[in-house]
Protein backbone atom coordinates (compact mmCIF):
# COMPACT_ATOMS: atom_id res chain seq x y z
CA UNK A 1 0.00 0.00 0.00
CA UNK A 2 1.58 3.29 -0.94
CA UNK A 3 1.13 6.09 1.78
CA UNK A 4 0.02 9.55 0.32
CA UNK A 5 3.81 12.08 2.04
CA UNK A 6 1.84 15.39 1.40
CA UNK A 7 -1.66 16.82 2.25
CA UNK A 8 -3.58 16.00 -1.13
CA UNK A 9 -5.31 19.61 -2.08
CA UNK A 10 -9.29 19.50 -2.17
CA UNK A 11 -9.38 20.70 -5.66
CA UNK A 12 -6.99 17.42 -6.88
CA UNK A 13 -8.99 15.14 -4.92
CA UNK A 14 -11.90 16.51 -6.29
CA UNK A 15 -10.80 15.90 -10.20
CA UNK A 16 -9.02 12.38 -9.27
CA UNK A 17 -12.60 11.41 -7.86
CA UNK A 18 -14.78 13.18 -10.72
CA UNK A 19 -16.83 15.37 -8.35
CA UNK A 20 -17.64 18.95 -8.59
CA UNK A 21 -19.40 19.71 -4.93
CA UNK A 22 -21.81 22.83 -5.22
CA UNK A 23 -21.54 26.09 -3.81
CA UNK A 24 -23.20 25.09 -0.64
CA UNK A 25 -20.98 21.97 0.10
CA UNK A 26 -17.84 24.00 -1.22
CA UNK A 27 -17.98 26.27 1.93
CA UNK A 28 -18.88 23.31 3.88
CA UNK A 29 -15.51 21.77 2.91
CA UNK A 30 -13.97 25.26 3.13
CA UNK A 31 -14.29 25.74 6.51
CA UNK A 32 -11.77 24.64 9.17
CA UNK A 33 -14.67 23.54 12.17
CA UNK A 34 -13.85 20.40 13.97
CA UNK A 35 -17.80 20.17 14.13
CA UNK A 36 -19.93 21.02 11.23
CA UNK A 37 -23.71 21.16 11.60
CA UNK A 38 -25.85 21.45 8.09
CA UNK A 39 -29.42 21.97 7.96
CA UNK A 40 -30.03 20.70 4.31
CA UNK A 41 -33.45 19.79 2.43
CA UNK A 42 -33.23 16.60 0.83
CA UNK A 43 -31.41 16.06 -2.21
CA UNK A 44 -29.01 18.50 -0.95
CA UNK A 45 -25.61 16.33 -1.47
CA UNK A 46 -25.57 15.66 2.23
CA UNK A 47 -24.13 11.87 1.30
CA UNK A 48 -21.74 12.69 -0.96
CA UNK A 49 -20.59 15.52 1.30
CA UNK A 50 -19.91 13.37 4.59
CA UNK A 51 -18.31 10.45 1.64
CA UNK A 52 -15.67 12.94 0.32
CA UNK A 53 -14.87 14.41 3.72
CA UNK A 54 -14.42 10.56 4.88
CA UNK A 55 -12.46 10.20 2.14
CA UNK A 56 -10.25 13.19 2.40
CA UNK A 57 -9.50 12.13 5.91
CA UNK A 58 -8.75 8.34 5.68
CA UNK A 59 -5.97 9.53 3.19
CA UNK A 60 -3.87 10.88 6.39
CA UNK A 61 -1.20 8.47 8.23
CA UNK A 62 -3.27 6.28 10.72
CA UNK A 63 -6.72 7.84 10.33
CA UNK A 64 -9.67 6.68 11.71
CA UNK A 65 -13.07 7.85 10.37
CA UNK A 66 -16.60 6.91 12.13
CA UNK A 67 -19.58 7.60 10.62
CA UNK A 68 -22.42 8.14 12.64
CA UNK A 69 -26.21 8.24 11.19
CA UNK A 70 -29.71 8.07 12.76
CA UNK A 71 -29.94 4.81 10.59
CA UNK A 72 -27.85 1.74 9.50
CA UNK A 73 -29.29 2.62 6.09
CA UNK A 74 -28.00 5.73 5.93
CA UNK A 75 -24.73 5.31 7.60
CA UNK A 76 -24.37 2.20 4.93
CA UNK A 77 -25.03 4.86 2.28
CA UNK A 78 -21.88 7.04 3.29
CA UNK A 79 -19.66 3.85 3.86
CA UNK A 80 -20.68 2.38 0.36
CA UNK A 81 -19.86 5.76 -1.46
CA UNK A 82 -16.35 6.13 0.17
CA UNK A 83 -15.75 2.25 -0.76
CA UNK A 84 -16.65 3.36 -4.47
Given at each position: MTRIKEKISDEKLQKLLGWEPHE???????SDKKTKVLAC????????????EATKTLL?????????????????????????
Open positions: GQKKVIDGRRWGKTTLAAYAPNAIVWVTAPSYDDTKRVYDEVVR
